[in-house]
């Protein structure tokens, strides 16, 4: 099944998007801060996001990390 369609790896993907954007911003904050509109806005919005609530991000991680583990 698609990403798409599925709730659970939709939401892998947001995550993903968010941790990556956040730790690129990190290591090249030129590049991620140059391109704050049009498509590559959204790695902005999810660095951002990761910044600024990092901590329930890496719950939600944890949360989905065991999850997984159970399946």
Request: proline content about 3%; overall charge positive; glycine content about 6%.
């Amino acid at each position: 099944m698609s990403a798409l369609f599925d709730f659970h790896k939709l939401l892998y993907v947001i995550l993903l998007i968010i941790c990556t954007s956040t730790y690129a911003r990190a290591t090249f904050p030129g590049v991620v801060d140059r391109n704050k509109d049009g498509l590559f806005g959204v790695f902005w919005k999810a660095a951002r996001i990761g910044e600024r609530l990092s901590p329930y991000v890496s719950i939600c991680c944890l949360i989905m990390a065991v999850s997984t583990f159970l399946e």
